[in-house]
């Protein structure tokens, strides 16, 4: 599966953007699918994950009651949407796909987007 990740931007600390994730290939229902964000000179970090069918989603702590990820499966799309953002969150956020293993280990995951930037101004 090939994935595109769109939507980022730059937004000031309080505001909110949403990110969406496009899949390519009739399989992508069969994939648990997560965000990840990799600050500069940092390494990548989990941010959120969702199962296949979409009725179990799995957060960060940093990012818990105001990040939330859905999916469509028959759009093959993938959604974060993202409130109340911090400087803090500033980072290139991938979107990525996982056939199995635990969801916040970047390892697990089988397939990757090339990541859109995220930039919160104080």
């Known amino acids: 599966v090939q994935l595109q990740a769109s939507g980022g931007g730059l937004v000031q600390a309080g505001g909110s953007l949403r990110l969406s994730c496009a899949a390519s290939g009739r399989t992508f229902s069969i994939y648990a699918m997560g965000w990840f964000r990799q600050a500069p000179g940092k390494e990548r970090d989990f941010v959120a994950a969702?199962?296949?069918?979409?009725?179990?989603?799995y957060y960060a702590d940093s990012v818990k009651g105001r990040f939330t990820i859905s999916r469509d499966n028959a759009k093959n799309m993938v959604y974060l949407q993202m409130h109340s953002l911090k400087p803090e969150d500033t980072a290139v956020y991938h979107c990525?796909?996982?056939?199995?293993?635990?969801?916040?280990?970047?390892?697990?995951?089988?397939?990757w987007g090339q990541g859109t930037l995220v930039t919160v101004s104080s």
């Open positions: 990525a796909a996982r056939s199995s293993g635990t969801y916040y280990i970047v390892s697990n995951y089988n397939y």
């Open positions: 969702i199962n296949r069918i979409g009725d179990s989603t």
